[in-house]
C-alpha cells in the first residue's frame, strides 16, 4: 500500500491528510483480514529543490533556528533563490553534486531529510498513524535503477526520442484533439522524471516485494499519471502479469467556500496547527459538557475526540468525492461523526463499569428475544462481508456507514431493552450483545 508520500522539503501540510489517513485505513483493515501488507511510504526527497535547501542549510549551519520550521525554512530559501543569483547557482551546484554522490553535500542532504522525516513521525504518531521510519521507501531509493528502466524500455523498442527528450507513446493515450499523449522518462538535458521513478517502483514492488496487489492513495488529479505507469509497465513486461496494480484516487479537501482549503490569508494549512485547532474546539466541547473532570482527562478526552474527528470526517465519504471540511459538522454529537460512535462506545463502557462487569469473561448464547435485539444482531453479522468488500473495492465510507448503522441501532437497543436491571440469562445476553457491539 503506497500512501502519504510527503515531499520531504516542507512540513506536512492539509495537501497529506488524506492520501494518510484513507491509506492506512486500508492497510489496517487488509491486515485484520490476515494479508501480508507492506507499506510504502514513497517520499519526495529529490530533486531540485534539495540542492536549494543544502545551500541554505550550508549558509544557516546546523542549529538554525528556523529549521525547526520548516516551512519557514523553506520560504527563506526559495526566497533567497529567486532573488541572489550567486546563491541560485550555489544551489545549482548542490543538486550536480548531490546527484553525483559528493560525500559533503550527500552528508547535508542526508541530516535535512533526517530532521523532515522526524516531523512526519510526529505527525503520523499523533494521528495514530501506523506508519513507521522503516516504512519509508523514498524516491533517491530508486535513483540507481533508473537509468536500466530507460535501457529495458529501449531494448523492448517502447522509446522514441521527441524534442530530444526519451518519450515511451501507447495508442491508447491520446489528447483531445487525438494527438498522442507520451510519457517522457527522460528529459532531453538527461534528468529523469517522477514517471521513470514510479516505473523503478513497480519493478521493485515485483521483484523484491513479489507482492500480488500494489495500491496507489493519491489525489485524483494524478489518475492519467497512473493509467500510463501502469499501461508502460505492462508493455515493457514489469509487472511479468503477476501483480495487480490499482490506483485509488480521492478528491479534494475544501473550504466552505468551496475552494480548496487554506488558511485565513491563503496558505497553506499545516496538518499539525489543523490538529492543534481540532483538539482545542473538542477541548471546548468536553468542558462543557463535563466541567467536572480533571484537566488530565479533559485533555485527554479532546484529544481524541478532536483527532479522531478529523479522520473520521474524511474517512465516513466516499473518497472519490471532494468534501467540505466543516468543523461543526465533523465535531457534532448527532449524525454520522466520530463523536456520535464514541459517545456509543463509552455508554457501552458505562454500562459495564456501573454493573461491574468484567467484559472478557461475558459467555454464553445471545438470546433475541426483542426486535431491536434482532436488528442489532444481523448488523453485526455483516462486519465480515464489509470489511470484505472495503478490502477489495478501497472504500473506507463503507465500513463508516455500517459503524454508524451499528451505532444507531445500540442506541436503540439501549433505549428499548433494559441490561442490567433485567434477570438472568436475559441480562447475560444483553451484556453479550453490548460487548459484541
Known amino acids: 500500500v503506497d500512501y502519504s508520500s510527503p515531499n520531504l522539503a516542507k512540513e506536512m501540510h492539509v495537501g497529506h491528510l488524506r492520501s494518510t489517513i484513507i491509506g492506512d485505513a486500508i492497510a489496517r483493515i487488509l491486515e485484520a483480514l490476515g494479508h501480508e501488507v507492506i507499506r510504502q511510504n514513497h517520499v519526495g526527497d529529490w530533486g531540485t529543490q534539495f540542492g536549494m535547501l543544502i545551500a541554505y542549510l550550508d549558509e544557516s549551519g546546523e542549529g538554525s533556528e528556523e529549521l525547526a520550521d520548516l516551512e519557514t525554512f523553506y520560504r527563506a530559501s526559495k526566497r533567497r533563490f529567486d532573488t541572489d543569483e550567486a546563491f541560485a547557482e550555489r544551489a545549482r551546484q548542490r543538486v550536480v553534486a548531490l546527484q553525483a554522490g559528493e560525500p559533503e553535500t550527500r552528508a547535508l542532504w542526508q541530516r535535512f531529510i533526517e530532521i523532515s522525516l522526524s516531523h512526519c513521525q510526529e505527525t503520523y504518531d499523533r494521528l495514530d498513524v501506523t506508519l513507521t521510519r522503516k516504512d519509508v521507501m523514498a524516491e533517491s531509493a530508486y535513483n540507481d535503477d533508473l537509468a536500466s528502466v530507460v535501457e529495458d524500455l529501449k531494448a523492448k523498442g517502447l522509446l522514441t526520442t521527441s524534442d530530444g527528450a526519451e518519450c515511451v507513446f501507447l495508442d491508447e493515450f491520446t489528447g483531445k484533439d487525438g494527438t498522442p499523449q507520451p510519457l517522457i522518462v527522460r528529459k532531453s538535458d538527461g534528468g529523469y522524471l517522477y514517471a521513470t521513478t514510479d516505473l523503478a517502483a513497480v519493478r521493485y514492488r515485483v521483484r523484491a516485494l513479489d507482492a500480488d496487489r500494489a495500491l496507489y492513495s493519491t489525489d485524483a488529479r494524478q489518475a492519467f499519471h497512473f493509467r500510463q505507469i501502469f499501461a508502460v509497465a505492462a508493455a515493457a513486461g514489469f509487472t511479468g502479469n503477476r501483480i495487480s496494480l490499482e490506483h485509488q484516487p480521492f478528491g479534494a479537501m475544501l473550504g466552505r467556500d468551496g475552494k480548496p482549503f487554506k488558511t485565513r490569508d491563503g496558505g497553506v494549512v499545516k496538518l499539525n496547527d489543523l490538529l492543534d485547532e481540532a483538539v482545542s474546539r473538542a477541548a471546548t466541547l468536553v468542558a462543557e459538557k463535563s466541567p467536572d473532570l480533571s484537566e488530565a482527562e479533559r485533555a485527554e ?120 436491571n433485567t434477570e438472568a440469562p436475559v441480562r447475560a445476553s444483553r451484556l453479550n450483545l453490548c460487548r459484541i457491539t
Open 301 to 420: 478526552i479532546a484529544r481524541v475526540v478532536g483527532v479522531g474527528a478529523v479522520k473520521y470526517a474524511d474517512l465516513s465519504k466516499n473518497r472519490t468525492s471532494d468534501y467540505v471540511f466543516d468543523w461543526d459538522q465533523m465535531l457534532s454529537f448527532d449524525g454520522n461523526t466520530a463523536p456520535y460512535l464514541q459517545y456509543a462506545y463509552s455508554r457501552i463502557q458505562s454500562i459495564f463499569r456501573r454493573g461491574e462487569v468484567n467484559a472478557d469473561q461475558l459467555s454464553g448464547a445471545v438470546e433475541l428475544g426483542t426486535a431491536e435485539e434482532r436488528v442489532l444482531a444481523v448488523i453485526l453479522l455483516r462486519l465480515q462481508e464489509v470489511l470484505e468488500q472495503v478490502a477489495r473495492e478501497g472504500f473506507p465510507h463503507l465500513l463508516c456507514a455500517w459503524l454508524y448503522e451499528l451505532a444507531t441501532a445500540f442506541m436503540r437497543f439501549y433505549e428499548a431493552c433494559p441490561i442490567l
